[in-house]
């Protein structure tokens, strides 16, 4: 296995970890947040082609264009405060309680962090 697999699976394997991470960071930001892992983490299929998908379901209306800058502080919030390394496999998915329904409805299985 070469040392690029075994690094990428090393940090896959801290998805519940990083994914906390996330979570702390959103809370410091949008409280009434919910976070989950979805995907082939939470489904237990996990491939070094992999990412940690992240859903955060914001309690408001939110548009694509704070979606977008929400993602991103809350990216380098749980870098700065909460050691999140920069090179974590995170795909983060911001939706509102209507956009976040379509996510649930194709997840098999969604694990609730916060």
């Known amino acids: 296995m070469s ?3 075994k ?3 090393s940090h896959l394997r801290r998805w ?8 702390k960071a959103t809370a410091d930001l949008e409280p009434d947040s ?3 892992v979805i995907g082939g983490v939470a ?4 491939t070094v082609l992999s990412d940690i998908d992240i859903l955060i379901l914001i309690k408001r209306i939110i548009d694509s264009k704070e979606k977008k800058k929400l993602r991103e502080v ?3 919030r749980a870098m700065d405060f909460y050691g999140l390394p920069f090179d974590a496999p995170v795909e983060i998915h911001i939706e509102d309680e209507e956009g976040a329904k379509r996510f649930f409805e194709l997840s098999k299985k969604v694990i609730k962090i916060m």
Do not use: G, N, Q, T
């Open 3 to 5: 040392s690029w697999v």
């Open 7 to 9: 690094f990428r699976f």
């Open 16 to 23: 519940r970890e990083y994914a906390e991470k996330i979570a």
């Open 34 to 36: 919910e976070v989950y």
């Open 43 to 46: 489904e237990d299929r996990i």
């Open 74 to 76: 809350i990216l380098l």
